[in-house]
């Protein structure tokens, strides 16, 4: 199989072959199929004869080409190890194993895996076989697509031989009626079941033209039969041909001066004076058996043949049709089992004609009975009354014939059953005619399981019970398609749960796919008839709303979100969740069913990214993507080819205004976008997980840049304040990392900056980070403080020294109370903690006053200069030493 096809694509090709089961290629094309799914050189699909002894080829597929079928012996081989047993690898040194196997040692396989095909009643028919040239190493589907694939191919071949057996039985028959030396007969299906039998050397034997004996039986028996026997012969056949009983007949040939003229010789073929009186065996031996025999046979005939070309959805209700007619019955159903106490009807007659399928319990039912014993005949006692389809006078059912459905490792799946409202009128009848169709009816039942078994591995997700990613891109295809013809609209809304990762990760697996269990119900309870919901993958849901533009988007939207505005109950909690939704619309936004699925997940990623919680598509959404996209990859190739620089901006001390240190700004000039603003470039390295590569080269070459403005004799006061990433704070060995990294600059030159929310991600792992680098020698400020959620009892245990005042409270301190307090506070929070602070984005001498008065220690902004590169800054702010 291929890496990158996934199990429910293994399952939807597998039943796309088995789909062809009427094909006369159907065991070729499922040989070929398994070789490309499972990524085998060689299949075949081989049948074995009763005594186990030889198996002969239905199919062979090798190399990439069918081969001619052939018959081999089973001893010695491995198919041996799995005829009428179990599934069976070899998944190396098979011709070491079995070095008798002419066949092996003539194809030079490594592997081989085979799965046995089993009949109705557990008998061997045959096996599945692949081999391959290397050591074979197969998918972790690969037993469950085998064992598909058996049964299926179990079913097909069991249905083949049925026919050819149907076939059989009907060409003996007229063998023997037609065929016998000197007889022809004619079946006159008349309410008395007679037969009329024509001697073709009639007016030779008995003086009567065959014309008199068709039109009068009474005659051809009379001329054929002895004076003294005709009047007894003639009242009991009268007498059976009235009762529509079966009769026998003893004949005598004899001639008018009642010596022997002609007697039939058995099996002789000639006509013999040999003898005086013989029982014509070869004629009739005894018609009794013979008639029951051909009222079994006509009544299975006329069934099967109906339902030969009809294998599929209406299967059943064709067999039950036909049966029901066939034994003149007034009910019959076909039930399979539901779990170990529901019965579902299948297909269902009564008074002729097909009605609704039913639910009921087994226990109590008289199918419990047949299920138990295989077969059952019985009586209701007090009668059952079944309404009558066309509202006449309800059926009363007085007694049934019942035989239970076994699959093929025996286990029972259901019954078949027909109903009289009067006593059976044959009994033998109808137990004979359901136990020849009981194992056709119970290998399409398994076929039509396996089938749905099929489906729903390849077609519905496991988890929610949704349709899946494949059977939506299908229906997708396909509403679109009704949408271009009909020139109606389609909406396309994908939905993403909010904190599912979080929720997946400290709870487990099992509590998420309840939980995604239990969304996937709620939000089917939302949904309308005519709109489609699937599972995408993960967290993600689709919904296909069909005829509703984009002015209608909004409603569905507002609908998704009121689903979930309620607590959902999944694993024994409670979950307050909320979903992302990104919502495109037929023709208005796309084309294809490829572009609507693009702009909905443009849509989606801007809902996400944005925090809006909706988004409907725009094409400036799309742009902006698209300018992401590449700014992204453009940025990945300046990062690797060294193209960034770094910046660094003064901070300097509020009282004596001289320079205390700088903060490290990582730039970019993109030869096409140019100066490519920091607050895009560095959230699109986070989301490509370059952020770590990025921190690494920033710390690395300002390491550098101090190295060589010392080099050149310049005194940097102070320390280089660099950023780190939240990302980048999950690491024990941070600290070492930076040491290494920094290694030409002493750590107490070195300033470590991180957010506010960086920290409070995970508080305890960064108390213990923070401390091994305050141990290293690192100094440690919490940037952009007041911004996020700190707790103070937190905020104590970090080794931090410097809290930076996000410059969004500096720019309105003088003109807005609420931040004047809010820096007030810091200050006072961060002196009493032994902190000092460096305010932010100071761009007034009133401003840089008010913090000096206020206490807190130190500034940078545009007051004292903007970022500059390294020699503009060497220029204007360090010194000689």
């Known amino acids: 199989m291929k890496s990158d096809v996934s199990a429910e694509e293994v399952f939807r090709q597998l039943a796309d072959s088995l789909a062809l089961n009427d094909s006369p290629d159907f065991f070729l094309n499922l040989c070929q199929r398994l070789t490309e799914l499972l990524g085998v050189d060689h299949a075949l699909v081989a049948e074995v004869f009763p005594d186990l002894a030889q198996a002969r080829t239905l199919a062979v597929w090798s190399q990439g080409q069918p081969v001619d079928n052939f018959s081999y012996p089973l001893a010695g081989s491995p198919c041996n190890t799995v005829v009428g047993a179990s599934a069976c690898l070899y998944p190396a040194s098979v011709c070491t194993r079995f070095p ?91 309410a008395d079941w007679t037969m009329e039998f024509v001697s073709q050397g009639a007016r030779e034997l008995t003086g009567y033209p065959p014309e008199a004996l068709i039109e009068s039986r009474q005659i051809a028996f009379a001329q054929l039969i002895h004076r003294a026997d005709r009047a007894r012969v003639d009242t009991e056949v009268q007498s059976s041909v009235t009762a529509g009983k079966p009769y026998r007949v003893i004949y005598r040939l004899i001639n008018a001066q009642g010596d022997v003229r ?68 007034d009910v019959g159903f076909v039930a399979t089992l539901q779990g170990d106490d529901e019965m579902e009807t299948l297909a269902r007659v009564v008074a002729g004609q097909p009605v609704e399928n039913v639910h009921y319990r087994l226990e109590g039912s008289h199918c419990a009975e047949v299920l138990s014993k295989g077969e059952s005949v019985g009586e209701f006692d007090p009668p059952i009354s079944i309404p009558h389809p066309n509202g006449g006078e309800p059926v009363l059912a007085r007694s049934y014939v019942g035989r239970r459905l076994d699959s093929a490792s025996g286990e029972p799946i259901g019954s078949l059953m027909v109903i009289y409202s009067h006593a059976t009128p044959d009994l033998s009848l109808a137990t004979s005619v359901l136990r020849i169709l009981a194992v056709g009816a119970a290998g399409e039942l398994e076929r039509q399981t396996n089938d749905r078994r099929i489906y729903q591995l390849a077609y519905v997700d496991s988890t929610t019970a949704l349709p899946n990613r ?257 990302l980048q704070f999950t690491d024990l060995s941070l600290a070492e990392e930076i040491k290494t990294m920094a290694a030409p600059v002493p750590p107490e030159a070195i300033g470590l900056e991180l957010t506010e929310s960086g920290f409070m991600r995970d508080p305890e792992l960064a108390v213990e980070i923070t401390e091994r680098l305050r141990q290293a020698g690192f100094a440690l400020s919490i940037d952009d403080f007041g911004t996020g959620y700190s707790s103070l009892s937190y905020l104590r245990r970090f080794a931090a020294d410097t809290l930076k005042i996000d410059m969004s409270f500096v720019c309105d301190m003088l003109e807005n109370q609420s931040d004047y307090t809010i820096v007030t506070t810091i200050v006072a929070m961060a002196h009493s903690l032994g902190m000092m602070t460096v305010a932010e984005g100071v761009e007034t001498r009133a401003q840089a006053d008010a913090l000096t008065r206020l206490g807190c220690d130190r500034a940078q902004g545009f007051l004292y200069d903007r970022p500059l590169d390294s020699q503009r800054f060497a220029a204007r702010w360090l010194t000689p030493e």
Not at 151 to 168: F, P
Not at 296 to 325: C, K, M, P, W, Y
Not at 510 to 531: F, H, I, K, W, Y
Not at 618 to 643: G, K, Q, T, Y
Request: glycine fraction near 8%; charge should be negative; aromatic fraction near 8%.
């Open 100 to 190: 008798d196997d002419e066949m092996l040692q003539a194809m030079r396989v490594e592997g081989y895996f085979g799965f046995p095909m089993t009949s109705q009643d557990g008998s061997a028919m045959g096996l599945i076989a692949l081999l391959s040239d290397a050591p074979m190493v197969l998918p972790g589907v690969a037993e469950e697509v085998l064992r598909i694939a058996a049964a299926q191919a179990g079913a097909e071949l069991g249905r083949r031989r049925a026919e050819e057996s149907l076939l059989e039985s009907e060409r003996r028959l007229h063998t023997l009626m037609n065929h016998l030396p000197g007889m022809a007969y004619r079946c006159r299906n008349d």
């Open 262 to 329: 002609w007697v039939w010789e058995q099996g002789q073929g000639v006509f013999s004076p040999d003898r005086g009186e013989v029982l014509l065996e070869g004629f009739i031996s005894d018609i009794t058996e013979q008639h029951e025999s051909e009222r079994v046979q006509e009544a299975v005939v006329q069934t099967a043949t109906a339902i030969t070309s009809r294998l599929g959805a209406d299967f059943f209700q064709q067999l039950v049709l036909h049966l029901t007619r066939a034994l003149d019955a």
């Open 470 to 726: 494949i059977h939506f891109m299908e229906r997708l295809g396909s509403a679109l398609q009704h949408a271009e013809h009909s020139g109606e609209s389609l909406s396309l809304v994908f939905l993403d749960l909010k904190r599912f990762k979080e929720i997946n990760d400290v709870l487990g697996h099992d509590t998420g796919d309840q939980l995604l269990a239990a969304v996937a119900r709620r939000l089917e309870q939302a949904c309308r008839v005519d709109e489609f919901l699937a599972r995408l993958s993960g967290d993600e849901f689709a919904l296909l709303v069909p005829n509703l533009g984009a002015d209608g988007l909004p409603a569905v939207i507002e609908r998704c979100h009121q689903c979930l505005a309620r607590p959902v109950y999944a694993a024994g909690r409670e979950f307050s969740l909320d979903v992302n939704i990104g919502a495109a619309c037929y023709p208005v936004d796309a084309m294809t069913a490829a572009d609507l699925f693009q702009c909905a997940s443009v849509a989606m990623h801007e809902a996400k990214r944005s925090g809006g919680n909706a988004c409907i598509f725009d094409v400036s959404i799309a742009e902006a993507l698209n300018r992401r996209r590449a700014l992204a990859e453009r940025f990945a190739r300046a990062l690797v080819d060294d193209r960034l620089t770094l910046h660094y901006q003064p901070q300097v001390d509020l009282v004596t205004g001289a320079l205390v240190g700088a903060e490290v700004l990582c730039r970019w000039k993109d030869e096409h976008w140019g100066w490519v603003n920091p607050s895009e470039f560095i959230p699109l390295a986070e989301e490509r997980g370059l952020i770590h590569d990025l921190g690494q080269w920033v710390l690395s070459s300002a390491s550098r840049q101090w190295a060589a403005w010392q080099a050149q004799g310049l005194r940097f006061p102070g320390r280089l304040s660099v950023n780190i990433s939240a």
